[in-house]
């Protein structure tokens, strides 16, 4: 009777394991098979943290973040950590297959040429804050002294090349090709030079640094904060059209996932505004305005 319970016993673990074994192994093969999926169709689960990429050279960008972080996420339930490549293909496809929550160091222009270049599905879902913008020169004090035949440094990237002569044009300077977008306008685009400017095209983040070899150089202010040319060697600082302002930009295929919805609402808080319009930051003040209506 004893060795018949005993058999009983074993045979009924054996049963068990066996059972545990065969669970434990379609748990595995459906967790394998999610992952795969999930993989091949791009899906991204966003946590509580979310991931914003910023320009690094832009140390005023990872302010705005910090503050946006410590102020105004929280009540919406998220954090944000402040990440920065240097590679903008890299961080836009980052944003795109949804690594990166999201990018705030592009205007509608730059963004239209990445995405045209280079196939990515991207959305610019609001405007955030705009980038102050001007003419510096260590050889002349104003506008108006630009000598004909003047050397002018511009960005030599499209975007903010268009920018660079929109800002020439709008003042009179020069004229560029009516059939063009003005704000996307290149060198060869000028119509009409009646002062001969001479252009020489650089990377942005070079152009404070050739300053004493040309008449005037044209780009960010808080790229010529960093490069320590100060303020007052600006001779024009015209205001900052709407057009040219900084966008949340969204990896398009995650526009509804809730998490995102968070972010976006947390950027259209209005203590942003507040904060850009009276924040005492030298890295922000001055650098960044709270978007205009025009």
């Not at 459906?30 to 795969?36: A, E, K, L």
């Not at 490069?227 to 969204?250: W, Y």
């Amino acid at each position: 009777m004893s060795e018949t319970n005993a058999n009983f016993e074993i045979k009924k673990r054996s049963s068990l394991l066996w059972i545990v074994l065969v669970v434990a192994v379609l748990l595995i093969a459906g967790g394998v098979f999610y992952y795969v999926k999930s993989q091949r169709s791009g899906v991204v689960t966003f946590g509580d943290t979310l991931k914003v990429h910023y320009e690094p050279a832009e140390a005023g960008e990872e302010h705005i973040l910090k503050f946006i972080s410590e102020h105004i996420a929280p009540d919406y339930g998220i954090k944000i950590e402040a990440v920065g490549l240097q590679d903008d293909i890299l961080g836009n496809t980052a944003v795109a297959e949804g690594e990166f929550a999201g990018s705030i160091y592009e205007h509608q222009w730059y963004l239209k040429q990445l995405v045209e270049a280079h196939g990515l599905e991207l959305t610019a879902v609001l405007p955030v804050f705009q980038w102050s913008f001007g003419i510096y020169s260590l050889k002349h004090n104003s506008i108006k002294e630009l000598p004909d035949g003047a050397l002018i440094a511009i960005p030599v990237d499209i975007a903010n090349q268009g920018q660079a002569l929109w800002l020439l044009a709008r003042e009179g300077l020069i004229e560029i090709n009516p059939q063009v977008e003005p704000r996307i306008a290149k060198i060869r685009d000028i119509s009409s030079n009646p002062h001969n400017f001479k252009f020489k095209e650089l990377d942005f983040l070079t152009l404070p640094r050739i300053l004493d070899s040309v008449d005037a150089s044209i780009g960010y202010i808080g790229n010529f904060d960093a490069g320590k040319i100060p303020r007052e060697r600006g001779i024009f600082f015209p205001p900052v059209p709407k057009t040219f302002a900084s966008q949340l930009v969204i990896g398009t295929k995650y526009l509804d996932d809730p998490q995102i919805k968070k972010l976006i609402a947390v950027f259209k808080d209005k203590r942003l505004d507040e904060y850009l319009r009276t924040t005492d930051d030298p890295l922000v003040q001055g650098v960044y305005t709270a978007v205009s209506q025009n």
